[in-house]
Antibody, heavy 120, light 107 residues
Framework: EMQLVESGGGLVQPGRSLRLSCAASGFTFDDYAMHWVRQAPGKGLEWVSGISWNGVNVAYVDSVKGRFTISRDNAKNSLYLQMNSLRPEDTALYYC?????????????WGQGTLVTVSS | SYELTQPPSMSASPGQTARISCSGDRLPNQYAYWYQQKPGQAPVLVIYKYTERPSGIPERFSGSKSGTTVTLTISGVRAEDEADYYCQSTDRSGSVVFGGGTKLTVL
């Protein structure tokens, strides 16, 4: 069974850093691009970042460029999101999602999310 | 920045057909995807590449494209279809973009 399990969320002060992780199982991890998508409380979905199957191609939404870094370790079947200089508007449930193919295109299967709260 | 436009809400009675639209000027050339999200749950892909249905998704869900608008059609709406629905595509730079979402209420 395909599984994506996020971890690393929590309460953090503005300006601080947090690293999210996503452990994947039940599929061949390096056959797929991967994504982080967030959802602020009561709001819609916002794509945050994506990474191709081999990590060569990465992309970010404008609001996190220069602050967030996506990476993956195919040997460990893991996806990461390093979040620096966090702002209150980054508060959201962060989902890890598997793409439908090798390159960044769409989010197929999703995890259950990890909550990030940025507040003093 | 690229935007996908959806109606914020719509309603349908059980057994009726619900059609949720999504418009964007790159949709003729970039695949569209549709997701269903029920309260407290992660989104689920219900349509990919405009018209394809993943395994396990009921046949009453279908997708179509006409010009710069794509449509998710739910035929014979059921109470369990009440959810938020999001369209998704990619922008000129290859980044993923979601529509604002449509809340479907089953009366």
């Amino acid at each position: 069974e395909m599984q994506l399990v996020e971890s690393g969320g929590g309460l953090v002060q503005p300006g601080r850093s947090l690293r999210l992780s996503c452990a994947a199982s039940g599929f061949t991890f390096d056959d797929y691009a991967m994504h982080w998508v967030r959802q602020a409380p009561g709001k819609g979905l916002e794509w945050v970042s994506g990474i191709s199957w081999n990590g060569v191609n990465v992309a970010y939404v404008d609001s996190v460029k220069g602050r967030f870094t996506i990476s993956r370790d195919n040997a460990k079947n893991s996806l990461y999101l390093q979040m620096n200089s966090l702002r209150p508007e980054d508060t959201a449930l962060y989902y890890c999602a598997k793409d439908t193919g090798l390159q960044i295109a769409a989010t197929g299967h999703w995890g259950q999310g990890t909550l990030v709260t940025v507040s003093s | 920045s690229y935007e996908l436009t959806q109606p914020p809400s719509m309603s349908a009675s059980p057994g009726q057909t619900a059609r949720i639209s999504c418009s964007g000027d790159r949709l003729p050339n970039q695949y569209a995807y549709w997701y269903q999200q029920k309260p407290g749950q992660a989104p689920v892909l219900v349509i990919y590449k405009y018209t394809e249905r993943p395994s396990g998704i009921p046949e009453r869900f279908s997708g179509s494209k006409s010009g710069t608008t794509v449509t998710l059609t739910i035929s014979g709406v059921r109470a369990e279809d009440e959810a938020d629905y999001y369209c998704q595509s990619t922008d000129r730079s290859g980044s993923v973009v979601f529509g604002g979402g449509t809340k479907l209420t089953v009366l």
